[in-house]
């Protein structure tokens, strides 16, 4: 099985309550790569970086099976770059800075080998660079999913309704859910973005866990309770890229498999916050993903 991703490849700097980091390795697609990379081999990326962007970084994704010949390096130009600032309660954030730097001229170009892959998570960049993705595919995906953010709602909102009309999932937050379909109630907004394509809805709700709905039935699986939360940056991604992931692992695309993916999904986020950028992620072990998918067993069962 094999899973095929885009997004941005970055650096961050970010702000929460317990500290701040300066110029991280972030950006959807690396999130998405490293938490997928635990389930599915090979996971191949469609990005771009600038020459500034560290070789290990790279080098560790590669050891990870992370397939990363669609990756565009460009001489002399600088990698996407983001700023953000959590809030106490580390649920909201302020964007301070979006340099788009190599993502503003990016144009995809998709290996043959990456042509037919399986599965497909587009993640979060520009609307247009997703939809070029995904018409560079000579057979459709068994299941395409989208992750997206309020950035690209105020500024290329006709572009990403395009992209909406061709893909199966859909993973946003729960503002980004209201802002999309004008509707304060989750489920009318889930009624409302279903007509606009995707027949799967998973509505991330940061420490209070996410909702999966697909023809009027709905799934919730929680957040874990954590005693410390570092960093959420990344926590959407990781959730996304642990979803599909299992997803392309098991090869079943049924309601009731995207339930267990939704908790493998959450297993992974659960990690990522656990420290600034990526650190988590790393070194991670099937025995300690397992454990973490029967907590959350356990906090549910009754
Ligand atoms: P998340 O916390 O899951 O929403 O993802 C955070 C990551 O998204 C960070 O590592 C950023 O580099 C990246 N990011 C921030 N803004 C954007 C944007 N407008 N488009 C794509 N990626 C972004």
């Known amino acids: 099985m094999s899973l095929l991703t885009v997004g941005t490849v970055a650096f961050d700097d970010i702000e929460t309550p317990s500290g701040r980091a300066e110029k991280v390795v972030g950006g959807a697609c690396t999130y998405i790569s490293l938490a997928a990379s635990y389930f599915v081999k090979p996971v191949r990326v469609v990005s771009v970086v600038g020459d500034d962007f560290p070789h290990e970084t790279l080098e560790y994704l590669r050891h990870r099976g992370v397939d990363l010949e669609g990756l565009q390096i460009k001489e002399g ?21 979006t340099q788009l730097n190599v993502l503003a001229t990016f144009d995809p170009v998709l290996p043959e080998s990456y042509k037919q ?21 000579t057979h459709r995906p068994k299941l395409v999913a989208l992750d997206t953010m309020n950035f690209w709602m105020d500024i290329a909102m006709d572009d990403l309704r395009k992209v909406l009309e061709k893909i199966d999932v859909l993973t946003i937050n729960d503002e980004e859910a209201r802002q999309l379909s004008g509707e304060h109630s989750l489920v009318h907004a889930a009624r409302a973005i279903h007509k606009m394509g995707p027949k799967y809805l998973i509505i991330k709700k940061g420490e209070h866990g996410a909702l999966l709905f697909h023809r009027g039935q709905i799934f919730y699986a929680p957040a874990l309770p954590l005693a410390e939360v570092t960093d959420p940056t990344g926590a959407g991604d990781t959730f996304a890229g642990g979803f599909m992931g299992y997803i392309a692992k098991t090869g079943d695309i049924s309601f009731e498999n995207m ?44």
């Open 117 to 137: 892959s399986e599965y497909l998570m587009l993640g979060n960049l520009t609307p247009m660079v997703q939809m070029q993705v995904l018409e560079q595919l």
């Open 259 to 302: 339930k267990r993916a939704v908790v493998f999904g959450s297993a992974m986020a659960s990690f990522c916050v656990e420290k600034f950028g990526i650190e988590r992620l790393k070194g991670l072990t099937p025995a300690m993903i397992e454990n973490r998918v029967e907590e959350f067993a356990e906090l549910v069962k009754f």
């Open 77 to 97: 130009e600088k990698s996407f770059f983001w700023a953000g600032r959590y809030h106490k309660s580390l649920n909201t954030r302020d964007t301070l800075d």
